[in-house]
């Protein structure tokens, strides 16, 4: 079975340009997560969606990033324009309707990001 | 808010020795707590988690952990470190009912030695 699929892997990129990052969550799960990795801050939850809605973007850092679900079986994570501080291995994590609040996230393999 | 603490960003064991790594954590309500292992260049999977119920959880890989509420306490053991078990560990804590809204500790990294 396919894991959470996410592209591209490494991404290096110049400060003011545009980044897109792509998820595919595992079929039939419903929710959707975007987490951030930086060795300053550790894991950050970013955003997550509930059947394609968002529920939660708190943790978007600021109006540069943004987030969507189109489909269920599609999701990204713009950056428009990027920094050197958003550096940082991105991750996708989905989770099934019946997994909901056992903590059990399935992850990507994440998304490293340089930003010169 | 809930956090939790990890204390010691790396721990070294030599193989075949017991391997402890600490969690603290932060909740206004009784929380549900995890702990998810990171092997190089691959996202984190799940290890082990307490909900509710029995303290002592067992996971995958020979891992426990016991919730303390007393010392707000998670630890992680293995009492027999091998080499495959060399990884990042993160600790993770959700309100209950927060669903799958986890929020992470800052990891601690364990290198196991011959």
């Known amino acids: 079975d396919a894991g959470v699929i996410q592209s591209p892997r490494h991404e290096v990129t110049e400060m003011g340009q545009e980044v897109t990052l792509r998820c595919k969550p595992i079929s039939g799960h419903d929710y959707l997560f975007w987490y951030r990795q930086t060795m300053m801050r550790g894991l950050e939850l970013l955003i997550y969606f509930n059947n394609n809605v968002p529920i939660d973007d708190s943790g978007m850092p600021e109006d540069r990033f943004s987030a969507k679900m189109p489909n269920a079986s599609f999701s990204t994570l713009k950056i428009q324009p990027s920094e050197p501080r958003d550096s940082a291995v991105y991750f996708c994590?989905?989770?099934?309707?019946?997994?909901?609040?056992?903590?059990?996230?399935?992850f990507g393999e994440g998304s490293r990001l340089t930003v010169l | 808010a809930q956090s939790v603490t990890q204390l010691g960003s790396h721990v070294s064991v030599s193989e075949g020795a017991l391997v402890l790594l600490r969690c603290n954590y932060s909740?206004?309500?009784?929380?549900?707590l995890f702990w998810y292992v990171q092997y190089p260049n691959q996202g984190l999977q799940l290890l082990l988690k307490y909900t509710t119920g029995a303290t002592l959880v067992k996971g995958i890989n020979g891992f426990e952990a016991e919730f303390k509420k007393s010392e707000t306490s998670f630890h992680l053991t293995k009492p027999s470190a091998h080499m495959s078990d060399a990884a990042e560990y993160f600790c993770a804590v959700s309100d209950q009912g927060g669903g799958n809204k986890l929020t992470f500790g800052t990891g601690t990294q364990l290198k196991v030695e011959l």
């Open positions: 909740s206004s309500v009784p929380p549900y």
């Open positions: 994590a989905s989770s099934p309707e019946t997994g909901w609040n056992t903590g059990e996230l399935f």
